[in-house]
């Protein structure tokens, strides 16, 4: 019996290895964590040789590891303050007098954490084993990580790739909604921004009033229903407490963050010449770079032309719309207030094809659009259907811009 039952194992052993490569690399390729074919990989002499060969990657970055030292325990809570750049009282309003400490403080900061984790020269790639679960943990100033760029190093047949970040770069209270798309080539194809003040559930309706009388339908103006800025006149909540230049931050972060995102991946782009498409998220859902294959060729024939001294890939002239609204209701009854669209392309583009960033119409709106899913993208196909405000975006940004190319 135990010679039969012998032969029974290795005759499944034999069934398993009978599968061709083709079906062994289907099966990784639709795992795709990096993590999880490390381990595959160390099944045996087989998978080790193929595991190589997949091609679409997912890695998932656990943690910033920082290398600057940890703040004292004494100066801890101000080092905090400065890192937020804004007060609690003043954040939010978006006043252009905190415009610099908030991006500097807000956004310089975690695109240097993003660096680290990016960049093979910054990674410190650990050569020691785990330690025991009963071991006390390191501390953060010894942990030790791989980079994506290591990482990846091994896979030479990578086609789809898939890296996301923990957290976004952006940081914003509680209730406050703020995403961007971005696509780039060897420069800034375009970006959408979606940005709320306050997202809330709907509240309850209030108990139904009697019928009007006719005396009251005749005394009603007949444009009573109607938006304020449907009637022309810009909306009163888009200026009150910084709201259009609140926008303006939101616009320059977000355009800061997916640009450093953009410069970081240029050594994994240089190492994949069989890249056919990129995608850098994080797990808040903030922010999204993507980069296809055309645009993938275009970085390698065109290198990255960093903006000044800092991290990041230098933005050509851009034209931006906005479109805003007080309040929108999304199905499932989620409201969102001080609901806020902007739209941005390249001004060589727009002039070139002749047809204005908003080419919302049978062309223009689809790239918009499909920048977010639902019910988001809801919003966005509201937003769109109300006016722009590029004169107001545009005499705001002029100090944003002037900024941005100082940082």
């Known amino acids: ?44 002499r ?40 804004v007060p609690p009282a003043a954040r939010g309003r978006g006043a252009l007098a905190h415009l610099a400490r908030l991006v500097l403080g807000g956004i310089v900061r975690p695109i240097q954490a993003l660096g680290q984790i990016l960049s093979p020269a910054a990674a410190t790639v650990s050569r020691r084993s785990a330690a025991p679960p009963a071991a006390p943990a390191p501390a953060a100033a010894d942990v030790s990580h791989h980079s994506p760029s290591e990482v990846l190093r091994s896979f030479k047949e990578l086609r789809r790739l898939h890296i996301e970040l923990p957290t ?111 995608d850098l998220t994080d797990a808040d859902g903030q922010g999204v770079l993507t980069m296809d294959k055309r645009q993938l060729q275009e970085l390698r024939v065109r290198p990255v032309s960093a903006s000044g001294n800092s991290h990041r890939t230098l933005m050509p002239a851009l034209s931006m719309r906005l479109w805003y609204a007080p309040h929108i209701e999304l199905p499932g009854g989620q409201l969102l207030k001080g609901a806020t669209l902007v739209a941005i392309r390249p001004s060589e583009d727009v002039l070139r094809e002749g047809g204005g960033i908003e080419v919302a119409g049978p062309t223009g709106a689809s790239w918009i659009l499909d920048a977010f899913e639902e019910p988001y993208r809801t919003a966005a196909q509201v937003l769109l259907k109300r006016r722009t405000y590029k004169r107001q975006l545009q005499r705001a940004l002029h100090f944003g811009e002037d900024m941005m190319g100082r940082y």
């Open 168 to 278: 976004g770069e952006l940081g914003i209270e509680d209730g406050v909604l703020l995403k961007w798309k971005a696509d780039f080539g060897s420069t800034l194809g375009s970006c959408v921004i979606l940005g709320a003040s306050s997202v809330s559930s709907k509240p309850p309706p209030p108990p139904a009033a009697p019928p009007p009388t006719a005396a009251d339908s005749s005394a009603a103006s007949p444009d009573s229903s109607r938006e304020p800025d449907e009637l022309g006149n810009i909306p009163e909540s888009l200026y009150t407490n910084g709201g259009l230049k609140l926008r303006v931050v939101w616009t320059i972060s977000s355009l800061i963050a997916a640009s450093a995102r953009h410069y970081l991946l240029q050594p994994i782009i240089a190492d994949h010449s069989t890249l056919e498409s990129l």
């Open 1 to 44: 019996m135990e010679g039969h039952e012998g032969g029974e194992e290795e005759g499944l052993g034999d069934q398993f290895e009978r599968l061709p490569d083709e079906v062994l690399l289907d099966v990784f390729g639709r795992i795709g964590d990096v993590k999880a074919l490390g381990r595959c990989a160390l099944v045996s």
């Open 46 to 85: 087989r998978f080790h040789a193929l595991v190589p060969l997949v091609d679409s990657v997912f890695v998932r970055v656990d943690c910033v590891i920082s290398d600057d030292p940890p703040p004292s325990s004494a100066g801890s809570a101000q080092a905090a303050a400065a890192a937020e750049g």
